[in-house]
């Protein structure tokens, strides 16, 4: 595979590689460009049938677009990044060069797309009706309502449709979710506020997953963020670039574990069960806190909203009272809202029993009327 590029900026820099989103060109950097090539000798490419690369109408995985990317690269260090699938291409690549690559730069994009099914009927559509079937959706997807991207839109018209589809079922099979532990490069997150297309829990996914990465939110951006909020998302990638920072620390289980107790529980809840620990319970203590809080609460398949709601309803199955008024604190700190919590014990008196939820919500009128008085 074959893909057209363009390199920019001083021939003795250190290289950076760029990747676009689905439906756009090289072009899709252009906002960042003059800011990137004062330090960086900035490549960019074009995904198959976009641009200026050959149609590759089918069979390719993000895989082979990664090596099809490193093709391009010489045995150097180098920094690579992208949005969307040009996101999922640098995360691949993260993974596949590790050696390689010094920073990593991931722009509305996620370690999985959703479920295949979506991304087979777009394959569909396009090969049946065009590229051009597309802009509706796509207009909604890529800028927020107000925002006029129409240079962008105008990249769609040369884009080859079997092509496009090929890429659809690519990223359909694509899931890195259990793989970003291995990434060494020091990452940034870069998530809009307002993208309907990888929302921002996938972004947090990252986020947490990734060794030492850190997370960027843009405000009022939709999924093509750099090009609606061009200052903002600059800065964010420049800062990131210049930050000559040491290699990101990774911690053990039980470090991570004890990390996540303490966002998802509070310090101070954490500091008294650490203060009552004994040499009788301490190997119990580093079990749950391994176990638990680490090889399942950090676990990428669902962010802690979720997990939230699963542990109080599975709280409330067992009768465990003490544990659940422990939890309810902990689902307001993983951003449940108090009706939620309230939608949550509404449906355990449908499949856990109607006195089971009766002594559920008497725990959790009593916890909330506690944090109330706290704050006070």
């Not at 670039?241 to 998802?264: H, Y």
Request: net charge neutral; hydrophobic share 45%; glycine share 8%.
């Amino acid at each position: 595979m074959k893909l057209h590029h363009r390199i920019d900026g001083p021939p003795d820099a250190p290289l950076l590689v760029l990747g676009p989103s689905l439906g756009t060109t090289m072009e899709i950097w252009e906002p960042q460009l003059p800011a990137l090539t004062d330090s960086w000798r900035v490549l960019r490419y074009d995904l198959p049938g976009h641009g200026g690369s050959p149609a590759v109408a089918a069979g390719f995985t993000i895989d082979d677009l990664a090596r099809a990317v490193l093709d391009l690269v010489e045995p150097e260090r180098f920094a690579v990044g992208g949005i969307s699938v040009g996101g999922a291409i640098a995360t691949t690549i993260a993974t596949r060069a590790r050696h390689r690559v010094r920073k990593l730069v991931l722009c509305c994009t996620s370690a999985r797309f959703g479920e295949p099914g979506p991304w087979l009927g777009r394959a569909a559509l396009v090969r049946g009706k065009g590229v051009a079937a597309l802009v509706p959706t796509l207009k909604a997807r890529w800028f927020t309502p107000d925002f006029d991207g129409q240079w962008v839109f105008d990249q769609l018209v040369g884009v080859d449709a079997k092509s496009y589809a090929a890429c659809c079922e690519a990223i359909a099979a694509f899931d890195l979710t259990r793989r970003l532990g291995e990434i060494t490069a020091h990452t940034l997150v870069i998530a809009g506020a307002e993208d309907p297309a990888t929302p921002l829990d996938q972004a947090l996914t990252l986020a947490n997953s990734i060794p030492g990465a850190s997370l960027t939110v843009v405000p009022r951006a939709s999924h093509l963020a750099n090009v609606e909020r061009p200052k903002a998302v600059t800065a964010a990638i420049v800062g990131h670039l210049s930050d000559d920072q040491p290699p990101p620390v990774v911690e053990d289980g039980l470090a991570a574990g004890m990390r996540t107790r303490r966002e998802v529980l509070g310090d101070a809840h954490v500091d008294r069960a650490v203060a009552a620990t004994t040499d009788f319970t301490r190997d119990f203590q580093e079990l749950i806190t391994r176990y638990a809080w680490n090889e399942i609460w950090n676990r990428p398949g669902l962010d802690r909203r979720t997990r939230s709601c699963v542990t109080l309803t599975a709280l409330v199955a067992r009768g465990h009272l003490d544990e659940l008024a422990m939890h309810v604190r902990a689902a307001l700190r993983n951003g449940l809202t108090r009706d939620e919590i309230k939608e949550v014990l509404l449906q355990t008196a449908v499949y856990c029993g109607v006195p089971a939820a009766n002594a559920a919500f008497a725990v959790a009128r009593r916890t909330l009327a506690e944090i109330d008085a706290e704050g006070r």
